[in-house]
């Protein structure tokens, strides 16, 4: 800026090609600049020139917005305003008066000004809103941020005149490049140089330099300066909505949404404000003179359809190489501008994105999706984003989901009952996008966190049923006769403990066979292994197809098996001992030239009060055995 203050704005100034005051409003401008001058001079000074004056006391009445009491006299403006801002105000009005026409054919200055006033008021209510500063200030700011564009139009009419010819869709930084080549500088650094001129605040020139394209800014986000330069950059573009043609109006109310939405005005407050911003406009205009001009209502330009290609200004994601952890993210948010502006920097880092409008919506979207991270808005139609916070956090499925609140309200008590919902972060509206960064990488470190725990918790498990499905294959193979697959002659013993000590603690009876098959050796030795295996895999298949639901069919050890009878008396054992005995007796074995029938011989016991264990029983039942055998085969024997 000190470089065209030194060069450009020093021959403007030299050959009175500037846009400057006149006659009195001159002389009360350099009065308000000197120390030494009381109110009541200044507002002699005023009084010089009639019209000035009215338009000072009508002027200070539209700026202060319903005093305690109607500003009627000069002095009273004086008092109320202070004098820079009396000053300030004396110069806009009589750069308007003086200039509204001028030497660039192609330049609408009526436009100019329509656009700068309806500016200025905007800013003024957003920074009433804000509390960010003097709005009667940054009314004048407002309104004379762009006076550069007016200087340029004013001092080069031809060589502007054509760029404005052939800048009708020319993007804003384009045509500061073409000022600063064909004019030797730009519009916004011509803005700055003059209110540094005009003895304007320093950070107001800078505002002056940047509001128009904030995203080339270097004031730090988040700032005070930088929320300011937001503000400005809000006022204009919702000058630029409510001026534009009306096929043009629906893509400029779209980006008037998403800037308002940047500091936090949403939904009713930006109808509200920009229907004040109207009234008060109509009655700049009647005041000045100027031209009037219809504009609907702002609830009636809002709610025209979006326009889906409006480009999102976000910077670029930091983190997103190749350790970057992509979530699902869902944003929960009734304001469309806030939704998109989410939605647009999510999408920027990396991030899938769901979206709903309500809570009863994210609900859904919760159950059928599965998001990662929710993001809520705190005043939402039909659940509200507390609301919201304390459904997720009712069932486990859902407890490990991180949410982020939006919240316009940075009280204590917001805050904790925010948390006791289930909360897990925060943001302050305006949306910082910094901070949003900051606080996403936070959050996904968390999820990413989560996520591998469940994933070894999920390894784990599954380790552990692979663990106990293989123990359990164990346990089988070494309870079961590989050859036969019967229970074996440990899974027989230890059965038969089992049956014994519920049949001595409940009084119940208990028998068991012992069975051999006939003649098994001298088929191994004239047959061979294989046909004792067959043999003994046929007579095992009989006994098991044979014997009562209840019994256990074991193989022993070599030809011998014993069959477990639980709550059975001998009686009955005797009775399937014989059916198992006819069950083989049918078996014919073919094989090596030769065919032959199979029997077996059967011994049976019964568990009786004086014997001291199963070994007893066991040893009863295989003396039966050898009994059967001596007798002939084939047979049963009983204990007696």
């Known amino acids: 800026m000190d470089a065209v203050e030194n060069s450009i704005l020093t021959r403007l100034k030299v050959a009175d090609r500037l846009p400057t005051p ?41 700026l202060l917005s319903n005093p305690s009491r109607p500003i009627a006299t000069v002095s009273d403006a004086v008092t109320v305003l202070g004098a820079r801002a009396l000053r300030q105000l004396v110069l806009g009005i009589a750069l308007i008066v003086d200039y509204r026409n001028g030497p660039c054919k192609q330049f609408d200055y009526q436009y100019f000004w329509a656009h700068s006033l309806l500016t200025g008021i905007a800013a003024k209510h957003l920074v009433a809103r804000a509390r960010l500063a003097v709005p009667e200030e940054i009314f004048v700011l407002g309104l004379l941020g762009n006076i550069g564009r007016l200087a340029l139009a004013t001092a080069y009419p031809d060589e502007y005149g054509k760029l404005v010819a052939g800048a009708q869709e020319m993007p804003l930084d384009e045509l500061h490049r073409q000022e600063q080549d064909k004019l030797g500088c730009d519009e916004a650094e011509l803005s700055g140089a003059i209110l ?23 004031l730090a986000e988040g700032s005070r300066e930088w929320r300011l330069m937001r503000l400005l950059n809000v006022a204009s573009q919702l000058a630029d909505a409510c001026l534009a043609k009306p096929d043009e109006r629906g893509r400029l109310v779209a980006k008037l949404r998403l800037a308002a939405a940047r500091v936090a005005v949403e939904g009713d407050q930006l109808i509200e404000i920009g229907d004040a911003c109207i009234q008060d406009w109509l009655d700049w205009l009647e005041l000045l003179g100027m031209k009037m001009v219809h504009i609907p209502p702002f609830g009636e330009m809002l709610s025209q359809p979006d326009v889906p290609d409006v480009a999102v200004d976000v910077p670029q994601w930091v983190d997103g190489g190749r350790d970057h952890y992509k979530m699902r993210v869902l944003v929960v948010e009734e304001d469309r501008a806030m939704l998109v502006l989410l939605e647009a920097m999510l999408k920027a880092a990396g991030h899938e994105v769901l979206t709903a409008r309500n809570g009863v919506e994210a609900m859904q979207t919760v159950e059928t999706l599965r998001p990662q991270l929710v993001i809520t808005g705190w005043n939402l139609p039909v659940m509200d984003g507390v609301t919201l916070c304390r459904k997720l956090r009712e069932s486990s499925e859902r407890r490990d989901v991180y949410i982020f609140i939006l919240t316009a309200k940075e009280t204590a008590d917001s805050l904790v009952e925010a948390f006791e919902a289930g909360a897990d972060d925060y943001l302050v509206k305006p949306v910082s996008q910094r901070v949003f960064f900051a606080r996403l990488r936070a959050a996904q470190r968390v999820v990413q966190l989560q996520e591998e725990l469940a994933y070894d918790r999920e390894q784990l498990l599954r380790f552990s049923r692979d663990l106990a499905a293989s123990n359990e294959r164990l346990q089988r193979l070494a309870l079961t006769d590989a050859l036969t697959e019967l229970p074996n002659r440990r899974s027989a013993v230890e059965r038969l403990e089992q049956e014994w000590a519920l049949a001595q603690r409940g009084e119940r009876m208990l028998s068991c066979m012992m069975v051999d098959i006939d003649h098994f050796k001298s088929i191994n030795d004239r047959l061979g292994h294989q046909a004792g295996d067959d043999v003994l895999k046929n007579v095992a298949q009989a006994l098991r197809h044979s014997a009562r639901t209840q019994d256990l069919v074991c193989r022993y050890g070599g030809e011998e098996f014993v069959v477990i009878c639980p709550d059975t008396d001998l009686k009955a054992a005797v009775q399937c001992a014989e059916r198992l005995r006819q069950k ?24 009786r009060l004086d014997m001291a264990s199963v070994d007893v029983l066991l040893a009863r039942a295989d003396a039966c055995l050898y009994a059967a055998k001596a007798a002939g085969r084939n047979r049963v024997v009983v204990d007696k």
Do not use: C, W
């Not at 073919?590 to 059967?602: A, D, H, K, Q, Y």
């Open 22 to 62: 006149k006659g009195v409003a001159l002389e009360v401008i350099n009065l308000t600049q000197r120390d030494d001058v009381s109110n009541h001079e200044i507002a002699r000074m005023v009084g010089v020139d009639p019209a000035l004056s009215a338009r000072v006391i009508k002027a200070a009445n539209v």
């Open 196 to 218: 540094a001129d005009m003895r304007f605040p320093t950070f107001f020139q800078t505002l002056a330099h940047d509001y128009l394209l904030p995203e080339n800014s270097q």
């Open 584 to 607: 083989v007796s049918e078996l014919n074995y073919s094989g090596r030239g030769t065919n032959f029938s199979l029997t077996i011989s059967v011994g049976v016991a019964e568990r």
